[in-house]
């Protein structure tokens, strides 16, 4: 815990009170559409779904060779291991074009063991709106790596999932409003904040003139920009490199349940309090025991389990943490308790609870 906490401390650089407009917000309705799909991917090494468990594979496969006149008979019902069901995913970005490529995800939903060595098949990807925006086909690209023999098995990472970069093509663009002709744009700020977008309206208007940005609320910055395409290109570019001076963020401490990570940023503060910090541990041993019964008895040999189980409480010392104006002070308060980040959480809380805390906590 040591370890992390002072790690973290050295990460985090001094707040810096000057940045880019593009770094805080960015144009509404300029951004990346979710593309999905569904395709078969074939050429699989035996590995492929078991059609009795994902019967959706083989029914995919016939209506496949339908669409190339190859009709099956009456009752004939395909079973092959060398074919996957998978869900096909990829980020249409904003100002895509007709013929650009794009990198796409692939991921089985059958039961197929590995996707490695597999070829999809030309897949449609759709938009939200059920149109379709690209076409995916191509060879996987599996980062995982597997071996069995002789019932045991070693697996590294996945192998149910690949990429093929740059495997589908775009068929159809997506309107943005830069394209639209309105007489003005809209920036929203990545959080919100009042201070943020009262800045960047007045960097705004002060490099392209008083009345031309005006900041709706916390998040929302509505610009003119000229009609024309050339010319809302060029003040665009102009306007996302302004820089705007930043206030100083809200305390905040983010602590991911999972992993045990802590950050926290600068403006975090602490006042001078006393914790009390103990720790339980619980340990459970268990023994086997065999009953042999007497020769001629009839009876059979049966394994049971004696099962001991032990609590052991250590009460902690009352620790007095001082004051800590400095990012530096609160993770030297924090180190000297020597608790899990499990138990940290906790901590955190009941210091905010009293008062001796001003940051915001999220758990992830």
Do not use: W
């Amino acid at each position: 815990m040591k370890v992390l906490l002072l790690s973290l401390a050295v990460v985090l650089a001094p707040f810096s009170h000057a940045t880019r407009i593009k770094e805080v917000a960015s144009v509404a309705g300029v951004r990346s559409n979710p593309l999905t799909g569904y395709g078969l991917v074939v050429g699989l090494d035996g590995t492929g779904d078991q059609t009795t468990q994902a019967p959706f594979t083989g029914q995919s496969l016939t209506a496949m060779l339908q669409q190339f006149g190859v009709l099956l008979p009456q009752g004939v019902t395909m079973q092959p291991r060398n074919i996957a069901a998978v869900m096909v995913t990829a980020s249409l970005p904003p100002f895509a074009q007709p013929g650009q490529q794009l990198d796409i995800n692939v991921s089985s939903i059958g039961n197929a063991k590995s996707l490695r060595g597999g070829t999809l098949i030309a897949t449609p990807l759709r938009g939200a709106d059920g149109q379709i925006y690209a076409i995916a086909q191509g060879n996987l690209v599996v980062g995982g790596a597997g071996a069995s023999a002789g019932g045991s098995k070693v697996q590294i990472n996945h192998l149910s999932a690949g990429r093929i970069p740059a495997g589908a093509l775009v068929e159809r663009s997506v309107p943005t409003p830069l394209s639209q002709g309105s007489d003005s744009l809209q920036f929203d700020l990545n959080s919100s904040d009042f201070a943020t977008a009262r800045a960047v309206a007045q960097a705004i208007n002060k490099a392209k003139g008083a009345g031309t940005a005006q900041a709706l609320d916390g998040r929302v910055v509505r610009v003119k920009a000229p009609s024309t395409p050339d010319e809302r290109v060029a003040f665009l570019a102009d306007v996302e490199n302004l820089d705007v001076s930043m206030a100083a963020p809200a305390a905040r401490i983010v602590i991911n349940a999972r992993t045990g990570s802590v950050v926290m940023n600068q403006a975090v503060t602490l006042q001078a309090c006393a914790v009390a910090h103990g720790s339980l541990s619980v340990t459970i041993s268990s023994t086997p025991i065999i009953s042999q019964p007497n020769a001629l008895s009839g009876g059979q040999t049966t394994v049971a389990e004696k099962a001991d189980i032990s609590i052991r409480q250590e009460p902690g010392s009352l620790i007095q943490l001082a004051a800590g104006a400095r990012l530096s002070d609160v993770v030297k308060a924090l180190n000297s308790l020597g608790a899990t980040p499990q138990d940290l959480l906790a901590i955190l809380q009941a210091m905010k609870s009293a008062g001796a805390l001003n940051a915001e906590l999220e758990v992830i």
